[in-house]
């Protein structure tokens, strides 16, 4: 059995919560829940991104202390533990002292001619955090925030990025660092072999207003926000102690995965890997690329006023068909859409096809058999291996699939044995149809846990006793609750 250690991206906490962040959360604990299942020893890490300077900038739009600001905005992104019904099992705020610790331990670990001093000028964006080049520039505005750049001149750290060029590739091409889905492995590789140029990872104290990781030996420098928000993944392990923890689910474990959305790609897939390269640490094997989500065919923007809030999705619609609907809908690795209609034909499928199965066998079982069915084996193990393959490639969706050819060919069986009709004609094979379409709820019952946790649960619950419970709807019609 592997060791396995699962991370999700850390979030700036400038903002709310949006599905974006539930997504990614949601799909880490499908991973942690499958794999525990399996017997593998399991940890699964979020946290925040406290010290970036859009943080900063945020508080101080709000007019608040930028520790207290950043304190109570980490909490929230926290929470969508309970909210999400998430089994990560620890957070980490780049604010702790075990992360300042780490950060600086790492830098200080990195290979001496790979850090350079250099006079810099740049075109840089404060929304991106990062200096662009000339060719990326459109009309001497940010690409993605499309304001002008700033001009930033001054002394600061570089690292040589340029001479880990070669590596990286063979890494990403022999997939020692496996990257998921093929066409971001394609496109890192294609950055790659643009060619990799040497970057700046320090900044002046007074541009970083003083907020950030200082650079070990170097007052007036702290780190590059990368350099240090990366650094969280192995802190949280306790890196800077050198913690049982960190040998456990770093330097031993089989898988090290990092799941990601793909905005941040370069940077777990290039600067990442070269920083623990340089230091000599072992680096991720693993890195999936989720994904971006759209809100009824359109952009997610403040500016036209369509972030949902994960908060208001679970009021809606209930945790487990808000899980659902992320794991089921979005095809691997390719982008999304979340829409009220399709949320609605989603939760129908659970209601009619998972829910009205699971009632239907358990009200025949009790009104012909006083609910107690024989124990029969169901054969799975073609499944398993189909599910297993899925879940190698992240393929949350297909997962989902597979358990649902099992809930379409049980509710097929009952169309075609009528078991409603056998119990008054031939009792023994009416058994027998209801006793097998226990024995395969069951198994669903299993397969879901990751997916539906609390709706899982329940179906076990009923089902394995010594007689099946008949009892409300696990999934309530929706058009029956707006009445009410
Ligand atoms: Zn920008």
Redesign the pocket.
Known sequence: MPTRYITASIPYVNAEPHIGHALEFVEVDMLLRYYRALGETVRGQYGSDDNSLKNVRAAQAAGEDVEVYVARHSQVFKELQGLLNLSFDDYIRTREDRHMRGAQKLWSLMNPEDIYVKEYEGLY????E?FYTDKDVVEGS????K?P?EIVKEENFFFKLSKYQKVLEDLIVSDKLKVVPESRKNEALGFIRQGLEDFSISRSVARAENWGVPVPGDEGQVMYVWVDALSNYINALGFADNDQAYTTFWEKAEVRSHVIGKDIMRFHVIYWPAFLLSAGLPLPTEVFVHGFLTVEGEKMSKSIGNVIAPKDLVADFGVDAVRYYFLRELPSGADGDVSKARLEERYAELANDLGNLMGRVAAMSNKYFEGAVDKVPFDHAELDVRMGEALKQYDFKDYIDTVWTVVNAANLKIQTEEPFKLAKTDPVAAKKSLSELAAMIVWIGHALMPVIPAAAAEILRRYTGDKLIHGEPLFPRRDQEIKE
């Open positions: 964006c404060v929304g991106c990062i940010c690409p993605i925030h304001r750049l």
